[in-house]
């Protein structure tokens, strides 16, 4: 993962018990006819956090988006909003606004017009409506487009323009919903950093949807992985990618080696999987019972590849031979076959690799890595 | 196909429709404009000059000093056809008023309606169609008449004591109008609502606009080109209509349609009737160009 830039110093109300969340989601379910496209879902998502709700497409996280702007009821659960349950509260009182992933600006009515509209609505004199809206345009770096019609404007400037115009009424919650979706990469890579930036200096809470992982790694403070209605882990972009709690996310999220096994020991913060290639030693608390079929998660870049076996012995390492050769720029990914016929991936830093007689096609290696290099799956 | 005979070939796509106006609009009115600077005569035709080839050149420059704008002099003098246009206009005015007022519900429940449904919606629209134009017409007389079926029901309802009479007034003519050229009011109208993204409406709400304001600020708005297309499809053919007004308005209505049928079967005054039809035209294209005009320089201007 590139970016780390969302790591915000000791800004962690999730993990402080007397922090209240700001918006609850408290068994909710959300059935259109027979079909549940949310299951039973909980969730808590804080003042001023930058909130990332993740998955694949129809997995729920648009309806659960459409459910807190009030555009949906909620079959059965309750919403807690501020202390408020917002169940009956229609979507034009509520103190939360949405940027659309089609951006739906108003054809008929200019950029000004379109940043204006929700000031309008709530009665803000004149002035104070031209004030708010060159602030945002400023904001947005739309100054000079400001008489222009939607349809005159690139999708990025379009998209410019529909956050200022869910940003003009300071609502208390922003909800994105596949905000950069529309954008191409160098944009939308652009686009991601200026919102985390907007976040920071305006102190609002964003709840943010997305179907790409790297986005809601690099923007969000917490993304809750989400898979048929289900909110399968909720943590920070490190503890998902370090510490996935099941095989679908580790899947999910960036690359992984799933090593399959059968409990051995367990027990006093340790569990040892007996493998075809490996006997993994782990750190864990759980303790599964012991011949329990058990599945551990180790990344690619956590993988070691070396000519010599490991000479220290609590070191995790099997023999393979190499398979195959990704040459990335800024890396290099082995692929390796291990005497079970299992492939392996594991990826080096090239600043690391030895220049000098590198490891080639067929070369015999050891494949190695540390006690804590990954997780026990859960499931 | 050769690049030139793909280029020749698309040119002579582009004339098609020109070459349409150009044989079923420019040649008739250019004829119809002819005939009314004419006079009338007991002939065959009723009017003269009458140009004819074998005249030669000097015979038709001869004809076309004979030619004068006497008929539309006349026009203006006679308050009968000013009365006539003036009436026309109020009674099409109306009438297209009344359907769209009728039609924007219809089309916007169609729109609002499952997607599934909408095909059929849209045939149940255009249904009438299937039966004569003039059968209908003639339903609506058995309709109103003072014994007809509305009276009726509503007597036997008991909401009125005498038969209302509508057969023979204007609101007979507002009534086959409105219900004839319905289906073009609702048509475009449909046509502007069906495409709306409806997460403008939800956006609109979003920002805190409540629904029935939603509805004049975002709504409305997007569906003007529909509702300025279904007027004009309603108003124009309106202005001139003679069938409606003829079956159903008594005979004291006057629109411009059937004084310019009185003219042309019963007076035999094809010059006349002539200039009655082009300042109809004139009166019906001059407004609209300018319109479309404003129009184009309005969007120029947004650019
Ligand atoms: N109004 C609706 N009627 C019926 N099914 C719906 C409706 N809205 C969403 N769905 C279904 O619910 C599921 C979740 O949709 P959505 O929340 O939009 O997914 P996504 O995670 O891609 O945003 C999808 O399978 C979708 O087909
Ligand atoms: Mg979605």
Redesign the pocket.
């Known amino acids: 993962m590139k970016s780390l830039g969302n790591i915000r110093r000791s800004f962690a109300p999730w993990a402080d018990p007397d922090s209240k969340p700001f918006i609850s989601f408290k068994n909710i379910t959300k059935k ?2 027979d ?1 549940t ?1 949310v299951d039973n879902l909980t969730l808590d998502i804080y003042h001023r956090e930058f909130f990332a709700l993740l ?1 694949a ?8 988006l459409r459910m807190l702007a009030g555009f949906e009821r909620p079959t059965s659960g309750e919403i807690i909003l501020d202390g408020q349950d917002i169940a009956g509260i229609p979507p034009y009182r509520r103190p939360v606004n949405m940027m659309f992933q089609s951006y739906a600006l108003f054809p008929h009515m200019t950029v000004e017009s379109n940043i204006g509209f929700g000031l309008r609505q709530d009665g803000m004199p004149k002035a104070e409506i031209a004030e708010r809206v060159t602030q945002m345009l400023k904001l947005v770096k739309l100054e000079q487009f400001a008489k222009r019609k939607p349809q005159q404007l690139s999708g990025g400037q379009r998209q410019r323009v529909a956050l200022a115009r869910s940003l003009a009424k300071r609502p208390k919650v922003l909800l994105l919903d596949e905000p950069l979706g529309a954008l191409d990469k160098k944009l939308r890579e652009e686009t991601q950093f200026e919102l985390m930036d907007l976040q920071q200096q305006l102190g609002l809470t964003f709840v943010v ?1 997305t ?1 790409d992982q790297e986005e809601a790694m690099t923007m969000a403070d917490r993304i809750a992985v989400m898979s048929h209605g289900n909110v399968i882990q909720v943590a920070t972009p490190a503890e998902i990618y370090e510490a996935p709690n099941s095989r679908f996310v580790a899947d999910f999220i960036g690359d992984v080696n799933i090593l399959e096994g059968k409990v051995k020991a367990a027990g006093n913060g340790r569990i040892e999987i007996a493998g075809d290639d490996f006997t993994v030693r782990t750190v864990g608390d759980a303790s599964p019972a012991i011949g329990a079929g058990a599945a551990f998660a180790v990344r690619p870049e956590k993988l070691k590849v070396s000519r010599a076996a490991p000479a220290d012995a609590s070191i995790n390492a099997s023999e393979g031979e190499i398979w195959d050769i990704a040459y990335l720029g800024d890396m290099t990914v082995f692929h390796v076959r291990l005497p079970s016929g299992k492939v392996v991936k594991t990826s080096m830093l090239n600043a690391q690799r030895e220049v000098e007689n590198p490891i080639g096609y067929d070369e015999k290696v050891w494949v190695s890595f540390a006690e804590t290099a990954g997780v026990v799956l859960k499931d | 196909m050769t690049k030139l005979g793909s280029r020749i070939f698309s040119r002579l796509v582009i004339l098609v429709p020109y070459a349409w106006l150009v044989f079923f609009f420019l040649v008739p009115f250019v004829i119809v404009f002819r005939i009314s600077l004419s006079t009338t005569a007991i002939a065959q035709p009723p009017y003269e000059p009458v140009f004819r080839l074998a005249d030669g050149i000097a015979g038709i420059v001869d004809n076309i000093r004979q030619l004068s704008f006497d008929n539309f002099i006349w026009l203006t003098e006679d308050a009968l056809y000013i009365n006539a246009y003036l009436s026309s206009i109020k009674i099409a005015g109306i009438s297209t008023f009344l359907a769209l007022l009728i039609a924007y519900p219809i089309a916007y429940g169609m729109a609002q309606a499952p997607r599934t449904w909408r095909p059929t919606l849209l045939m149940l629209v255009i249904l009438p169609f299937w039966t004569s134009f003039l059968i209908r017409v003639y339903a609506w007389i058995a309709i109103l008449k003072p014994e007809g079926l509305l009276n009726q029901l509503l007597l036997s309802l008991g909401l009125i004591n005498e038969p209302l009479i509508i057969l023979n007034t204007n609101w007979a003519i507002y009534i086959g109008i409105v219900y004839s050229y319905l289906p073009f009011m609702i048509l475009p109208i449909y046509s502007a609502l069906e495409k709306m993204d409806h997460s403008l409406i939800e956006a609109a709400q979003d920002l805190g606009c409540p629904p029935i304001s939603a509805f004049w600020k975002v709504t409305f708005p997007l569906s003007l080109a529909g509702v300025v297309a279904g007027c004009m499809l309603v108003f124009i053919p309106a202005v001139g209509e003679f069938v409606i007004p003829d079956l159903l308005g008594g005979s004291q209505t006057l629109m411009i349609g059937k004084t310019l049928w009185t003219e042309f079967n019963s007076n035999r005054d094809w010059p006349l009737s002539a200039a009655v039809a082009t300042v109809l035209l004139l009166i019906l294209v001059v407004p609209i160009v300018f319109f479309q005009n404003m129009q184009a320089k309005a969007e120029e201007r947004g650019k």
């Open positions: 259109f006819g079909f496209a998955g497409s129809g997995c729920g996280k648009s309806t659960l949807v179907h």
